[in-house]
Each structure stands twice: as structure tokens, then as C-alpha cells.
């Protein structure tokens, strides 16, 4: 039983993602995720404003990029 909970959660999607991570999930470049998250909040661990600092972006925020990004065939 347990096993299967730990299943559950590494098959579990992350609440936030990265910037490399986001990357490499749609096949780009980091500059490029930067572009298309302008404008959408992204959460920076930054030690002050203007300043290097590990950036995540919630798995609500992915989730309405790629449902606004996706191409749908009639």
C-alpha cells in the first residue's frame, strides 16, 4: 500500500516548475520561456529587486500558457 502512495507522487506532477525545467518541457530556450511568461506571475527567491535569484512559476500559470499555446486540428 504504501508503495503504491510513493508511486502516486513521483508520477505526480510538480506544483512548481523551474526555469530550465520549463525548457526543456516545451523545447526552447531559457530566454524564450522568459518571453512567454512575461506579463504572468512568477515567484523569485531573488536576495533583493533586480537581482539573481532561483525563479519558479506554478504549475496553475504552465497549465494556461500550454492550454492557450495548443494548436487543436478541426
Not at 510513493?6 to 523551474?18: G, I, N, T, W
Not at 526543456?24 to 530566454?31: D, G, L
Not at 536576495?47 to 504552465?62: D, N, Q, T
Request: proline letters at 5%; hydrophobic letters at 40%; glycine letters at 4%.
Amino acid at each position: 500500500m504504501e508503495a503504491d502512495v510513493e508511486e502516486d507522487k513521483s508520477r505526480a506532477e510538480p506544483v512548481l516548475f523551474s526555469i530550465p525545467e520549463l525548457a526543456e518541457r516545451w523545447r526552447c530556450s531559457r530566454a524564450t520561456v522568459y518571453n512567454v511568461l512575461r506579463g504572468h506571475e512568477v515567484i523569485d527567491f531573488a536576495p533583493a529587486p533586480g537581482r539573481k535569484g532561483h525563479k519558479l512559476v506554478s504549475a496553475e500559470v504552465v497549465r494556461q500558457i500550454e492550454n492557450r499555446r495548443v494548436r487543436r486540428f478541426s
